[in-house]
């Protein structure tokens, strides 16, 4: 069957599949044991993948949920998407939860940048979420309760010391949230808008309410989105942030992941406690949640260039940001971009590698961070 | 050589073995058009090539495990997978037709057709398949789209097997150095 001990001219025959199976046996036998030829016929099935992708064509929009339909009535899906997502987000919210439950009084009511205190952090927090929360339909008659009581109480951010017990409290369970902000429910700015501003949020409030109001906002959100159907994740929410963005709700729940991370890390600095990283997947989550938004914010700050941008390091990626050739490259670690984009580094000390185009290159840096929840 | 298993591939089996609904979405995201251009390219029919595209996926979620990464790499595995199946119905056709001859007329129509995604690699690889010689050209897409086994090249083209042989073994080296060449072909 081989010439001279060796496989030769089958070697083509065998890359695109055209030999006989007694053929295909003794060759792929050989191949364990010959380097030349297993080298060979590396480099020949190669070349025909080559042609076989050269052959792709996007086949018509509405065969996509033919065929995945068909596939989870075959086997119904173990780990979906919801329960992905909101295992990722009650993840970030138990962790930050344990962090709140080692705050003294005195560090509740120390400052977290950009917010005058951890209470006001956590108001904030909570704001946002409410977001994701009121779009779930979480809330409704209780939602404007919270408010009220911590309008009650005031800005004296010592009336109500923290309580740091769980269940001692006669309140009832709630789980809507403080309509602080009006039906456009823009999130608390503590930069960039009076930080007891509209509605007189009282930044100081007490810290265990303020704790125990997000903590039962945050499991309804995890119980309600972790049974969502397609429809649920698919629904429009407006995203956290300045922009006034409105996306899908599984990418409300990325944000929503990253927020309570990018909090975890201010707490963290606040009990001096060294600063941890999402995991890779939550990275990459939030990465490609960033990435889709990036070309427009792009776009409206001016900038034109594409730019090739690679995140190093688990979750991620290379990626152009904007269309055409790019005019310049940015190289930075994964978890320093998702830190950049909350706000928690400035692009000049972001510690990314720049070539090319400076001003292009610094132009998505800037633009990325800028697009946080703050 | 490339390395196998690739981190990627290994990535989404896992998630297709653990049931999770986005692997199963990413998956048919990223090779969707691989495998039904394919499949599309050996039956040159629209809901044939859908059909297979679908059973390919439906497998692929059902039995990940088949899948081994350190054999393959995802794309060349369902790409063989689509090819075969694409080579399967036309053959059951063909049968049921009783047309069984293997005739070459020219090129058939199929193989000149633009595909829809049009991008510079894959512009780059249709043009060094269209300048081989005729001869190994012929060799290459009848093994390929049609799923001839050597001998049936030979029979088909009229030519000894050690001829049909050496042809397809030429021509994919002449493509392989073109495109490393052009550059997109590199490790």
């Known amino acids: 069957m081989f010439e001279n001990g060796h496989i030769g001219d089958l070697a083509g025959p065998y890359a695109v599949g055209a030999c006989s199976p007694d053929e295909t046996a003794a060759v792929a036998e050989h191949v364990t044991t010959c380097p030349a030829c297993a080298a060979e016929i590396d480099t020949l099935s190669r070349t025909a993948e080559w042609i076989g ?75 946002n979420d409410r977001l994701v929360a009121a779009a779930a339909g979480i809330g409704g008659p209780h939602a404007g309760a919270g408010a009220a009581r911590w309008n009650g109480r005031g ?39 009076p930080a007891h501003g509209r509605g007189g949020i009282p930044v100081g409030g007490g810290a265990s309410d303020v704790r125990k109001e997000w903590r039962t906002q945050a499991g309804a959100i995890i119980a309600a989105l972790s049974h ?47 600063p941890q990283r999402p995991n890779g997947r939550q990275t990459a989550d ?31 990626r290379d990626h152009l940001v904007g269309e055409g050739v790019a005019v310049a490259e940015v190289s930075m670690p994964a978890d320093r971009f998702c830190r950049l984009l909350a706000g928690r580094l400035q692009p000049e000390v972001a510690g990314a590698a720049v070539s090319g185009d400076a001003a292009a290159a610094n132009g998505l840096l800037t633009v990325a961070s800028t697009m946080g929840c703050e | 050589m490339r390395t196998l298993p690739d981190a990627e591939d290994v990535r989404i089996r896992d998630g297709l073995i653990a049931g999770s609904e986005e692997c199963l979405a990413e ?21 044939a090539a859908e059909d297979i595209t679908q059973e390919v996926f439906v497998d692929l979620w059902q039995r990940p495990e088949r899948f081994d ?45 633009e595909a829809v995604l049009v991008s510079a690699t894959h512009s780059q690889v249709r043009r060094a398949v269209a300048d081989l010689p005729a001869t190994h050209r012929q060799a290459v897409l009848l093994a390929y789209y049609d799923g001839l086994t050597y001998r049936e090249v030979a029979v088909a083209l009229n030519i000894p097997e050690g001829t049909a042989k050496w042809r397809l073994r030429n021509a994919l080296h002449r493509i392989g150095e073109r495109l490393t060449a052009e550059g997109i072909h590199s490790e």
Do not use: C, N
């Not at chain 1, 010391?161 to 429910?185: L, V, Y």
């Not at chain 1, 990036?294 to 001016?302: E, K, T, V």
């Open chain 1, 286 to 316: 939030i990465v490609g949640f960033a990435l889709a938004l990036l070309p427009a914010a792009m776009r409206a700050a001016g900038h034109r260039g594409a730019v090739h941008l690679s995140l190093t390091g688990e979750g991620g």
């Open chain 2, 27 to 47: 998956v048919y995201d990223t090779y969707s058009p691989l495998v039904y251009g394919l499949a599309l390219q050996t039956t040159r029919d629209r809901g």
């Open chain 1, 155 to 193: 800005a004296d951010p010592a009336s109500a010391g923290p309580r740091h017990t769980h269940g001692d409290d006669a309140e009832p369970p709630q789980a809507g949230m403080p309509r602080t902000r009006g039906d456009d429910a823009e999130p608390l700015e503590a930069g960039t808008s």
């Open chain 2, 69 to 113: 990464p350190h054999r393959a790499p995802l794309g060349g595995w369902l790409s063989m997978i689509a090819r075969r199946r694409g080579i399967d119905w036309v053959r059951r056709r063909r049968a049921q037709a009783h047309a069984l001859a293997y005739v070459v007329e020219g090129e058939p129509e199929h193989r000149v057709e």
């Open chain 1, 228 to 274: 969502a159907d397609a429809g649920l994740l698919g629904r429009e929410v407006r995203l956290a942030g300045r922009r006034a963005l409105r996306r899908p709700m599984r990418e409300a729940m990325i944000q929503r992941g990253f927020e309570t991370w990018i909090h975890a890390e201010d707490v963290r600095a606040v009990l001096d406690l060294p």
């Open chain 1, 53 to 127: 992708a050269s052959a792709a064509r996007r086949p018509a929009p509405a065969l996509r949920s033919r065929v995945l339909t068909a596939a989870l009535a075959a086997r119904p899906a173990r780990l979906t998407e919801a329960r992905r997502l909101s295992d990722v987000y009650a993840a970030q919210v138990a962790e930050l939860d344990t962090l709140l439950a080692a705050l003294s009084a005195d560090q509740w009511r120390r400052p977290s940048k950009p917010h005058p205190t951890v209470t006001a952090l956590m108001v904030h927090l909570s704001g």
